[in-house]
């Protein structure tokens, strides 16, 4: 070997040592990426697991060093941990992508086994594991504002809206996010139009069982709801039918589905969970990522919204309402609404 050879080969050595001691904060640019989008439950029907795997699937198509692998561990949490540690054995994943309030103790536990393994995860909260990065929907805020057009509509005199104060909530199952944010902020909504509004809660036992979701909400019809929200994946469907059936209007988290039941579905949240997927991956990718951290993310940053620009939200509701609704969200998210967001433990 030459001299200048031998003495670049040496300084090379020596840069990339120094590049690895920079340790975490500064990984070197992945010059590909691999990533299990791992789906807690099924995606049909799950409208932030359809936009998690919709935008991991589009990145990975405009980026030909991008792959990605959905995959789909079922509705049984008991056996989440478990197919996820088979799933990571393998070490053919540089990230593991999931949308789950949960997944960060089971990524954290599956990440002692693998230290070498990363979860990215939105809709959850968790910091200080050097594994693990975590992204919050402001899903408190959400319900806020949801339930402010929730109350607007059961104090009206709309057509199917009675004289009870008395709207519904429809959750799959029970869990911090859902009781600690999701539930208190759509009553305080509600309550910011009438202090004397009534929430009427049930809970389903799992996120499939359409029927068991329209039966309740046909026993909360009877005690006198009629504006319904819900948390409950596939199984909001039935909730849906037995509103349009029965006479009562519903306000969608999440996802535009205005078109499900036109006139029955009066206001829906956006979640712009494709749009936070493409920028993860594409941070991930350039090696900016950061982890051990968790961000929250809401209206102001442009990640929650509100789908008013749709004829679902202009025909069914009357001016007034609509005048009303706007002019919350607009001093919302100029940040001249004050209200308290809950710790989330
Ligand atoms: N949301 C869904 O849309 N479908 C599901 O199957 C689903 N399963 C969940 C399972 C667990 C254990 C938890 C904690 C949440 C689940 N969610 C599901 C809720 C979802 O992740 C999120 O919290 C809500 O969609 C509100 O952002």
């Known amino acids: 070997m030459k001299r200048g050879s031998f003495l670049l080969s040496v300084l090379l050595m020596g840069s990339s040592l ?4 920079r340790g975490e904060t500064r990984a070197k640019t992945p010059s590909s990426l691999s990533v299990l989008v791992y789906i807690t439950g099924m995606t049909a029907g799950s409208p932030s697991y359809e936009m998690l795997a919709r935008g991991a699937e589009a990145f990975a198509h405009s980026h030909s060093n991008v792959t990605v692998k959905v995959y789909e561990a079922g509705f049984n949490q ?17 990230i593991v992508l999931g949308s789950n309030p949960s997944l960060p103790e089971i990524c954290e536990r599956v990440g002692k086994k693998f230290p070498n393994q990363k979860f990215i995860i939105t809709d959850a909260e968790h910091s200080g594991n ?6 919050l929907y402001n899903q ?37 996010l859902l009781t600690r944010h999701i539930v208190p902020g759509f009553l305080e909504g509600a309550r910011r139009v009438d202090p004397g509004i009534e929430l009427d809660f049930r809970v389903i036992g799992n996120w499939f069982d359409l029927n068991k979701a329209a039966e309740l909400a046909s026993g909360m019809i009877d005690s006198g709801v009629d504006v319904f929200a819900s948390i409950a994946g596939g199984a909001a469907q039935g909730m849906i039918r037995t ?4 006479g009562a209007y519903v306000v969608f988290h999440n996802t ?13 949240g956006l979640m712009e969970q ?13 090696g900016k990522l950061q982890y051990g951290v968790s961000r929250t993310v809401g209206l102001k940053e442009g990640y929650l919204g509100f789908a008013a620009d749709d004829p679902g939200y202009t025909n069914s509701l009357p ?16 940040g001249r609404v004050s209200y308290t967001t809950p710790p989330l433990n």
Do not use: H
Request: hydrophobic share 40%.
């Open 18 to 21: 120094f590049a690895a001691g």
């Open 78 to 94: 008991a056996e989440w941990e478990e197919q996820l540690t088979s799933l990571v054995a393998g070490g053919g994943y540089d």
């Open 130 to 135: 050097p594994r693990i990065s975590t992204y």
């Open 140 to 176: 408190y805020e959400q319900s806020f504002y949801l339930g402010y057009l929730a109350g607007l509509v059961t104090t009206s005199s709309m057509p199917k809206a009675n004289q009870a104060k008395k709207i519904g909530f429809i959750a799959a199952q029970e869990y911090p």
């Open 243 to 246: 509103a349009g059936q029965r």
């Open 256 to 268: 535009n589905e205005y078109s499900l039941a036109p006139g029955v579905i009066v206001g829906c």
């Open 274 to 286: 494709e749009k936070l997927v493409r920028e993860i991956l594409s941070d991930a990718l350039e």
């Open 319 to 334: 001016q007034d309402i609509r005048d009303k609704f706007n002019a919350f969200m607009d001093e919302l998210r100029a």
